[in-house]
């Protein structure tokens, strides 16, 4: 089987589609008789990138503020080359992982993510908006089958596109072999170099950017008792996203101060120490259509208090504590109960990494093929 992969989004640093990405691809080379080529944006190659590409990714906000239609333009550009690559080798699939799909005369398998453009347009820059609502649809309703990352996503494409629900199938993300539970002394080293304490950090992971909805994080942390905040100082990872000026400015001084820690952008290795050391993970995101952080802590034996709307329940269970996504109150008592009783937050952990083991890449691998197989039967 040839199958035709857009890996675009591995040029950029991985957030969670191009950890999708990424890990789909590694699985699906490793499976017999099933042969991939990774196009690239401007070229192609049976090479599976594992770092992005630091010039591109920089380029990016450039060519927006000066280039006009520059979107339309790359687009132009990657239909181009990609039609050139599919007319020299007969491929038999074409899977686009990254939601808007380029033309393509065969089978086409898409996985959308989210509809968060539509949900929360607020939460994203305008040009983002126009070339989704430009381009997603034409795809959608050209594509033979369609992935989603939960079942909830699912029923989005139903609702709000009128997608026949037996060309949908939900499949669940699954967790790096990295993020594991680790003990005091295996955190030590990298803890140490950011002055962290294991199990006195409560964890923000997300891009800085509205839907992620990290104020909300900041509002619940500044109500805690004073003791708990210089015990468990908040931690942010995660890069700059857009739209972040008014947050910036709030962290600002808590940084100086030493309640927030703001760390950037982590490599995956130095992730997965900051998710096991972490007391708890905080995901107040207002919208997801999985949510990959959440399901990495609890891998890591870190219970998660998380927003209770989209597909956060579906991946959290009962291992953690659901809140309303405006609901600061909810969510300050929720990290003052994690940091205080240490038998419930047991509890909790020991549940949360019984329901990650569930949830596995070669799963996901194993599922993508059988969608393959039903395109093509």
């Known amino acids: 089987m040839q199958i035709a992969f857009n890996a675009t989004a591995l ?16 699985g699906l080379m490793a499976q017999q008789n099933l042969e991939l080529d990774f196009f690239y944006g401007a070229f192609w190659s049976k090479q599976l990138r594992s770092s992005p590409t630091s010039t591109f990714a920089a380029s990016l906000p450039w060519l927006r503020r000066h280039v006009p239609y520059s979107y339309e333009l790359r687009r132009w550009l ?3 080359q990609f039609r050139r690559g599919t007319k020299l080798k007969p491929f038999d699939v074409y899977h686009e ?9 065969g089978p086409t398998v898409i996985t959308v993510h989210d509809l968060s453009w539509i949900r929360h347009p607020e939460a994203h820059p305008i040009e983002r908006v126009k070339a989704m609502n430009r381009y997603f649809e034409t795809g959608l309703r050209h594509a033979k089958a369609l992935i989603t990352d939960s079942a909830f996503v699912k029923q989005e494409l139903i609702d709000v596109f009128g997608v026949a629900p037996d060309l949908i199938t939900p499949i669940a993300l699954g967790v790096d072999t ?30 800085l950017e509205p839907r992620k909805n990290l104020a909300l994080a900041l509002k619940a942390f500044l109500q805690l008792p004073t003791t708990i905040q210089k015990r ?11 739209h972040t000026s008014a947050l910036e400015q709030q962290i600002a001084p808590l940084i100086r101060n030493g309640q927030v820690r703001q760390l950037g952008y982590l490599d995956r290795a130095e992730l997965a120490v900051l998710m096991a050391g972490a007391l708890t993970l905080v995901y107040p ?23 209770n709307s989209s597909s956060l329940p579906e991946v959290v269970g009962n291992t953690g504590v659901l809140v309303e996504a405006h609901n600061d109150l909810a969510l300050a008592n929720a990290m003052v109960r994690m940091a205080e009783d240490e038998e419930w937050r047991t509890g909790l952990a020991q549940k949360a990494v019984e329901r990650a083991a569930s949830l596995t890449w070669a799963h996901c691998v194993d599922k993508t093929m ?5 395109v093509l039967s």
């Open 11 to 26: 040029l950029s640093p991985l957030t969670g589609i191009g950890q999708y990405s990424y890990h789909l691809a590694m």
């Open 285 to 307: 995101s207002i919208y997801e259509g999985f949510g990959l952080p959440p399901l990495e802590a609890m891998a890591c034996a870190t219970p998660v208090i998380c927003t």
């Open 97 to 105: 992982p990254n939601i808007l799909a380029l033309g393509f005369d």
């Open 78 to 80: 990657q239909n181009t």
């Open 232 to 242: 468990n100082p908040l931690v942010l990872i995660g890069m700059k996203g857009w």
């Open 370 to 374: 059988g969608v393959y197989r039903t």
């Open 178 to 207: 990295l993020f594991k539970p680790l003990t005091p002394s295996q955190t030590l080293a990298v803890l140490s170099r950011h002055h962290l304490q294991h199990g006195h950090y409560f964890l923000a992971v997300g891009t």
